[in-house]
Structures are given as C-alpha cells and as structure tokens.
C-alpha cells in the first residue's frame, strides 16, 4: 500500500467517522426533546452519505489514478440489492395519501390539461403517467409506481458505480441512493 493511498484512506475515515458523530449527535439531541431543524438532519445524512461514498472509494481503489469504467454487464446482486433496499425503504408509503402539491397534480393530471400552470410546473410525463394510474388505483398505484422508479434508479446507480469501481463500492452507491433523507418526499 503506497503512502498516498494510505493518506487517501486516513482522511476518507477521519471524514466518515466525523460525519458520523454529528449526525448521531443531533439525532441524541433531537429524542433528548431539543429542538433540532429537519434541515439539519437532512445536511448530516447528506455529509454522512458523500463521506461513506468517498471512503468506500478510496478503499476500493486499487491504484491512485482513476481508470476507465469497464462497461461489463453488472451481477444481478449489484441490481437487485439496492433495488430491493428502496421497495423496502418505501414499502409504507403505499398506505399515505396525497402529499403536498399532490391534490393539483392529480386534478391536472385527471383534466389532461397540463400546460395550464405554466412553465414552472409544466411535467408532461409524470402527469402522463398518473393520468394512467389514477383510475387503478389511485393514491396507491401513484405511491407504487413511484417506488418502482427509484428502485430502479437505485439499481441504475449501482450499475453505473460498478464499471469504475467494482461490486462493493456499486451496492454502497445504490444502497446510498436508496436511503438518501432528501428523496423521502420525492418518493413517498
């Protein structure tokens, strides 16, 4: 082991290990009844994922220098864990009703009018796509298909981590995505 790498891999830990304590440390704060902003929590898990990610990299590395991805077809348990970790992670949101913007999504959704609101709300595709589900099943068939597109994505993310850094660092990066606080109301 070379004393670059040995450097990459002390602060790729002092960095985890860092991230770690302070989400852990608002967490103790919050259920000891402090008042502690989500935004906080979300910042902390954000830090804690880019840290884990940076320090499954430089383990896995196994040269300094970045190599080409080898575009080779991914095992399946580099795609189906991280997949399977999302449908997990999201499996009670199937339960919940409309958050949010929700109610106007679905009532432009249902109309089929969906240039109405403007080009700051203009999502001809997911509107598409609800268009279709609302007579399914409504709020559930909204909240699966959700849960399929990110454990799909999840999946995507794994695949793509696999060609530069092999079957370890791709099941981390998947699993991060499928756990990230940021993507609780985008998937929910």
Request: charged share 10%; proline share 6%.
């Amino acid at each position: 082991m070379t004393m670059k790498r040995v450097t990459a891999l002390t602060w790729t830990t002092l960095i985890l290990a860092t991230d770690l304590v302070w989400l852990l440390g608002l967490v103790v704060c919050a259920l000891a009844g402090l008042p502690i902003a989500r935004h906080h929590l979300e910042a902390a898990s954000i830090a804690l994922a880019v840290g884990f990610c940076l320090h499954v990299v430089s383990v896995s590395r196994e040269s300094g220098r970045p190599r080409l991805p080898s575009w080779t077809t991914p095992p399946r348990t580099v795609l189906v864990v991280p997949a399977a970790v999302a449908v997990i992670a999201f499996a009670w949101s199937v339960r919940l009703g409309p958050l949010s913007d929700d109610f106007v999504l679905r009532q432009w959704a249902a109309s089929g009018d969906w240039t109405n609101a403007g080009w700051d709300f203009f999502r001809p595709l997911p509107l598409a796509l609800w268009s279709l589900l609302i007579p399914i099943g409504d709020w559930p068939a909204l909240h699966v298909a959700n849960i399929a597109i990110h454990a799909i994505n999840s999946g995507l993310v794994a695949a793509l981590v696999h060609g530069w850094y092999g079957r370890r660092a791709a099941v981390a990066a998947g699993v991060t995505f499928a756990l990230l606080p940021t993507n609780i109301e985008a998937v929910a």
